[in-house]
């Protein structure tokens, strides 16, 4: 089970009280009527699914109920950092080298 | 290649069966193939033995980065159906579940392909009505499945907690009675040993690091163990499959995510059947050898660890528990996990890519093991003759583009 630190609550936190909500920093176009059929799919369901570290957004479901990010590693599991919604990892694959 | 029967099986027993012939050999890479498969799991092998076996393609190799069949293919609950909901996706599993029909036979391999029937249990009118569409829908396509009432049910299976009692009461359930299972890693075996009679490379210990391309079409992949060159390329890597479009610079709508299983200690047989339940969220079946086969549902996280967390296991055990009481004093034996490739519309993906000469079987997430022959068989078809299969053809990662997508949640919900 996986120990998070909610930046929120600022508490460590079992698992079970969290909820993940898929890839983080993905914006919703302002203006959808403008993208192309291709661009919009690319929104909606195109992933970067990666093997290694990845930016991806938990929800505090039964405590403060915030969204918030977590840098986890999806091979060992070890998260890395958690961050605020609205802010920029400090941690990211090409500074991990 | 040695045939399998009773008398040679009597034979081999006067020599101890110490002279049993190597199931398969193991290779040295040729610089070319005119087909590169890249995964040895049950669909990439299954793959390689219609290519050879009905395309006349034998100069193939299938490279594996670790062993045969030790991907999600030997990590499932081994549940093979084909009442799926919507017209395109019963075809494709109908397709597959007649080819498991003649497999055992047309393989000389014993898959222990046993069709006792799955039950999906409904547990709220909603369930029902669902559960009524679905069986309406598969009989139509000529696929066969009955309604059944609480207390036929209860006849069916009676260790099956049916009281008003529980928490989730049983309303009723449908039946397909030619579904069952079969022995997971004795399929991909039974396809590895015909594909090498006709001439197919396994490679073993082989994992592909890049895909060479040269003038936009596929030229070869370059493995630990040398650049292979190939004239097409197939891939069917599963929870991995992002990770080699990655090397083409491709996207995919695919998410990995772990997925457990496990098996309880060996009892007598206590449950012939196979039985589901989407609401309460577990599904179990028992095994020849007597070990209760009991799948867990997704973690919600990517995982490429094959392996999930501990809370996922429990609340499976809590669901089972619910259904079968008796249960409760079964211990558990093993669990595992395995990497499930799902997609948005909880549908395959079997398309050509904008590399030519690159085609992807991936997307079956948490339930292809039933379609191991078919997507085999129409993958191969579609690489052959560089067409979509018709059976392939909406299956095509277009569809996320176009909007047809092939919503089959509801017959899907269950991972299986
Ligand atoms: C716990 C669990 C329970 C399940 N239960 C059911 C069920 O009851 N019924 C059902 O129908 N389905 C079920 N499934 C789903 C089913 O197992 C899969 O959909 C199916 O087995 C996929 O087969 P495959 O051959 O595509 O994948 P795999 O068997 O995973 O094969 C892919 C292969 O690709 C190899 N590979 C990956 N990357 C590379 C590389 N770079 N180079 C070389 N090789 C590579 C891997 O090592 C692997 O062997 C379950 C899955 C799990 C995990
Ligand atoms: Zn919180």
């Known amino acids: ?97 | 290649m040695q045939q399998y029967s009773g008398f040679g099986l009597l034979k081999h027993s006067l020599s101890y069966h110490e002279n049993w012939q190597r199931v398969w050999s193991n290779p040295i890479p040729k610089k070319h193939y005119d087909v590169v498969i890249i995964g040895g799991g049950g669909h990439g092998l299954a793959t390689a033995y219609y290519l050879a076996k009905e395309h006349g393609i034998t100069n193939i190799a299938v490279v594996e980065k670790g062993y045969l069949g030790g991907g999600n293919t030997a990590r499932n609950t081994t549940i093979i159906r084909s009442n799926y909901l919507w017209d395109e996706a019963s075809h494709l599993y109908e397709h597959s579940l007649k080819l498991w029909e003649g497999l055992a036979q047309e393989l000389n391999y014993n898959l222990m392909f046993s069709q006792r029937g799955v039950l999906n249990l409904g547990h709220s009118l909603q369930d029902m009505r669902d559960i009524e569409r679905r069986v309406n829908s598969n009989r139509l396509n000529g696929i066969d499945g009955e309604v059944l009432t609480t207390a036929q049910v209860q006849e069916m299976v009676p260790i099956l907690d049916c009281s008003k009692n529980a928490r989730y009461p049983v309303m009723g359930a449908s039946w397909q009675a030619r579904a069952g299972t079969a022995r997971h890693d004795a399929v991909a075996w039974g396809f590895a040993r015909a594909a090498e009679a006709l001439g197919v490379d396994l490679l073993q210990q082989t994992e592909v690091t890049g895909i060479r391309r040269k003038d936009g079409a596929v030229a070869g992949v370059e493995t630990n163990r040398g650049f292979i060159s190939a004239g097409k390329v197939g891939c069917v890597a599963a929870g991995n499959s992002s990770v080699i479009a990655k090397m083409v610079g491709m996207e995919l709508p695919l998410e990995s995510h772990p997925l457990q299983a496990m098996v309880s200690e060996p009892l007598k047989p206590i449950l012939d059947t196979v039985v589901m339940s989407n609401h309460v969220h577990g599904y179990v079946s028992q095994s020849d050898k007597g070990d209760l086969v009991i799948g867990a549902g997704i973690d919600g996280y990517l995982g490429y660890g094959q392996r999930g967390s501990f809370n996922v296991v429990e609340d499976t055990i809590a669901a089972i528990i619910e259904m079968f009481p008796m249960f409760s004093r079964v211990r558990l034996n093993r669990a595992w996990g395995g990497i499930v490739d799902t997609c948005p519309d909880a549908c395959p993906i079997i398309s050509k890519t904008h590399v030519k000469g690159l085609y992807f079987n991936c997307g079956w997430g948490t339930g292809g093991f039933k379609a191991t022959p078919g997507s085999g068989n129409i993958f191969a078809h579609t690489i052959a003759h560089d067409q979509p299969h018709p059976l392939a053809k909406p299956f095509s990662v277009d569809r996320f583009t176009s909007g047809e997508l092939i919503d089959e949640h509801g017959a899907a919900g269950v991972a299986h």
């Open chain 1, 1 to 97: 089970m996986l120990h998070i630190y909610c930046p929120y609550c600022e508490e460590m936190r079992e698992e079970e009280e969290f909820n993940p909500a898929g890839q983080a920093h993905i914006e919703r176009p302002l203006q959808p009527e403008e993208l192309s059929d291709e661009q919009w799919a690319r929104y909606l369901f195109f992933r970067k699914n990666p093997r290694g570290l990845h930016h991806e957004m938990w929800v505090h479901a039964h405590g403060c109920r915030k969204y918030f990010n977590i840098t986890r590693n999806t091979v060992t599991y070890q998260i890395m950092e958690t961050y605020k919604m609205g802010l920029q990892p400090n941690i990211t694959a090409s500074k991990e080298g």
